[in-house]
């Protein structure tokens, strides 16, 4: 017969798991400042991006290749003044994908001058556990950096092909 003490500590594990799931996507009825704290608290090092119309987002930047991969996934929130940057080794096509990432994003290509070469936007997030479920968006033109924003914000600040950003 199991010890009163482990007994609850196993009832307490077994309550967590039914009342807050056992997934780490976005709960309903979170609070959605709480959450976007959370997810932006321990932003790593940043830069302004300055969109067409003189809008700024402070995209933090993914040079390595871990952070790359890691990009955006399981972030709940994205902030319409937060974004992320990814800043390439070469000058290449640069396929992006949605596996593990819960917000839309627009998504935006540019060359070494800093000119937006192409835009996926409104990307829908990937909602499959199979990696081999999600597509591929964009790359069709080489790239060096890649901007992700909100869903939305590019159209609503003038971010079109061939636009220069600045940061």
């Not at 994908?97 to 998504?107: A, C, Q, R, S």
């Not at 199979?130 to 901007?147: E, K, Q």
């Amino acid at each position: 017969m199991p010890k009163p003490r482990r007994l609850l500590s196993v009832a307490l594990v077994v309550v967590s798991a039914i009342g807050f799931g056992c997934d780490s996507s976005p709960q309903a009825g979170s609070n959605a400042a709480t959450s976007a704290a959370a997810d932006w608290a321990n932003m790593g090092p940043s830069r302004v991006v300055t969109l067409p119309d003189g809008f700024e987002v402070t995209a933090e930047l993914k040079v390595s290749d871990q952070e790359r991969g890691q990009g955006m996934m399981y972030r709940s929130t994205l902030p319409l003044d937060k974004g992320m940057l990814f800043v390439f080794d070469e000058v290449i096509a640069q396929p992006f994908w949605m596996y593990n990432t819960y917000v839309p994003l627009d998504i935006i290509w540019l060359d070494d001058t800093q000119t937006v070469v192409e835009i996926s936007a409104n990307t829908p997030p990937c909602g499959s556990r199979d990696a081999r479920d999600c597509p591929n968006f964009g790359g069709s033109v080489p790239a060096l950096y890649v901007l992700e924003i909100a869903a939305g914000q590019a159209a609503l600040h003038g971010v079109e092909v061939g636009s220069r950003l600045k940061f």
